[in-house]
């Protein structure tokens, strides 16, 4: 399993940038998929998920600031982050909870961490 994040950057406080993680199309159609991070001394929290129908979940932290959606055709997650402040500095990680009901197989997969630093 393949989880790709990309986007990651240093950026001013008050700036934006978008997240984006790609994954093989077997797992992502059948997963709730996330966005953790991860600050330096500070245990990983979650971001934001979104389920396979659309519904989203965002730490209070970001609501109203961070976006997340996905792109089932490309089977790719992306978070849009917006009005960036210094604390939202972290190492960004991508998540996918798979679950098939058929099989019944349920999984979790992380993707490589992504930085993103905010400048004050």
């Known amino acids: 399993v393949q989880l790709q994040a990309s986007g990651g950057g240093l950026v001013q406080a008050g700036g934006s940038l978008r997240l984006s993680c790609a994954a093989s199309g077997s797992i992502f159609s059948r997963s709730t998929m996330g966005w953790y991070r991860q600050a330096p001394g500070k245990q990983r929290e979650l971001v934001a998920t979104i389920t396979r129908g659309g519904s989203t979940n965002y730490a209070d932290s970001v609501k109203g600031r961070f976006t997340i959606s996905r792109d089932n055709a490309k089977n790719t997650v992306y978070l849009q982050m917006n009005g960036l402040k210094p604390e939202d500095t972290a190492v960004y990680y991508c998540?996918?909870?798979?679950?098939?009901?058929?099989?019944?197989?349920?999984?979790?997969?992380w993707g490589q961490g992504t930085q993103v630093t905010v400048s004050s």
């Open positions: 998540n996918a909870d798979y679950l098939d009901l058929e099989t019944p197989v349920a999984a979790n997969y």
